[in-house]
Structures are given as C-alpha cells and as structure tokens.
C-alpha cells in the first residue's frame, strides 16, 4: 500500500513539473537576453527564436553567451502566477447544512443545523497563460443528515397550553450519502510569497447513494423509517436522489500545499436545503 501511495505522489509531481510554462532564453554578449521558443539550432551553435509576440531573431555563436530553459515569469507585462497548469489535490471535512423534510412542513416547523462530513479528490486546469484562472471539478463523498421537529397542535393538553409538551412534538430524522460532481471557476490572488486567496463560485451535480429516515409522533404512537429518496408517503423527507447544487467558498492556500477554506452550498432543486462547509486540504 504504501510503494503504490509513494507511485501515486511520483506520478502527480511529475504531470505538475512537465506542465509548468517553460520558456527558452538566449543571453547575448552584448548584453541582451532574448526570451521566447526556440524554432531552430544548428550544430554550429547558431539559433532562431521565436518570442511571444512572434518576431523570430537569429543569432550565431559568436554573438550567443549562453542559451538555457527557464520558467516563464511574465507575459505581455502580466505577472504569472507560479502555479503548475494542473493541479491535483484532496479535500475533506465537514458540513454544517439544514434540509427541509418534505411537504408536510408548516410554518411551526423547525429545521435544524446537523453536522456531516465530506472527503475526496480535486482536479484545476489553467484557463490562462498567466494561471490567475482555474476550471475546477473532482469527485467529492457526502454524508448529510438532516432533523427536523414540528408539534402537533391537535394533541396539545390543554388548549390554554403555551408550550406544547415533548410527547406532541414529530420529530424525523434523516442522513443520505452522496457522489458530488463540481463545475466550478476559481480566482488566484497573491497575497503573498507563501499565501494565495483563492476565491470560487459555480454549481454542482449531486447524486444520491443510499440514506434513511425515522419519524416519530409520539402523540399519535406512530412510529417509520424509509428511504429518504422514495418520494411516496406523507411523511417522506423527499430528498432529491438528483439535483444540481450552488457553490461559493473562500480557500486559502499556504506554501503551494496546505489548502484550508469555508463555503456555503443550497440545493433549491430539492426542498429548503442549504449548508456551510469547512475543509482542509493538500496540493500534490
């Protein structure tokens, strides 16, 4: 197990050295340093290159001090960020969300905040030269749960009653597993030599695996369970086994590496259900 996490991490560090922007340099003994690709050598020492604004320029050995391959640092006076083009990482923590639980709500029924967890892998390729921009998708695990309490004012003891009793409160209780699939648009911002902003927004697809519901009455003695994504009965949570959620979250990245950030997400296409999430991370 540990040789193929070892091949793992060798495999990512290659495909992220292999993409970052190289440029060719030829520095002159007059001084001058000419950057851009390299379209042509001879064995003699002699090149052409080609520079970003597509001049080309031939130089021979006499005149070439050196000529060596470096890391692009600029282009047409844009500073690149020093990120590969594509980046791998994995992601997990945990999820603070509110999900409503089907039609039979009312306006005395309360929803509350449930804690969850989440945990898989990422993948961001650079839509710009100078790397400011990312696509980013993956394949996240979720673990949501849900609970919610109404009253039943029929079972009250007394009418005068301010406070229903516990033995007329509904209370259910859901949890479901889901694959997540983002499509979403993050920003790189410098804000230092070891500390990136990394700002994102956009949606996500999100199908359900597998859950279960319990729901009590204790005033009228009734007592189910169900799967969460069946959507007969009155009572059914009716989570949504498909739906397509929206994303926001504000991510820091340290030293190219160490990811740590907060979000919120709501799935308007299933109910009332929206959440906060907080994650760490690693950056291969």
Known sequence: MKKFMLSLLLVFGVAALATAQMQDVVYLNNGSIIKGKIIEKT???????????????????????????????????KKIVDLPKHIFGIRGGALFSKVSLGSFLDDASKKHLKTGFHIGGIYEVSMQQTNRWYFQTGLDFQYIRGKHTTVDELGFDDFWDDEPSDDNTILTNTKAM?????????????????????????LAYNLGLTGKYTYEAPSEGEYETGNP????????????????????????????????????????????????SATVGYNF
């Open 178 to 202: 889901y694959i997540e699939i983002p499509a979403m648009f993050t920003c790189k911002v410098e804000l230092g030599k070891n500390l990136l902003l990394c700002p994102a927004f956009g």
């Open 43 to 77: 064995p003699a020492g002699a090149v052409k290159i080609e520079t970003m604004c597509g001049s080309v320029f031939a130089y021979n050995n006499q005149e070439i001090q050196s000529v060596t391959t470096e890391k692009m640092t600029s282009i047409y006076g």
């Open 229 to 276: 994504f069946n959507e007969d009965g009155d009572y059914n949570p009716l989570f949504g086994r498909h739906c397509v959620s929206f994303k926001a979250a504000l991510n820091f990245v340290i030293k190219r590496h160490c990811f740590i950030g907060c979000g919120v997400f709501a799935h308007p296409l299933f109910g009332d259900h929206w959440g906060l």
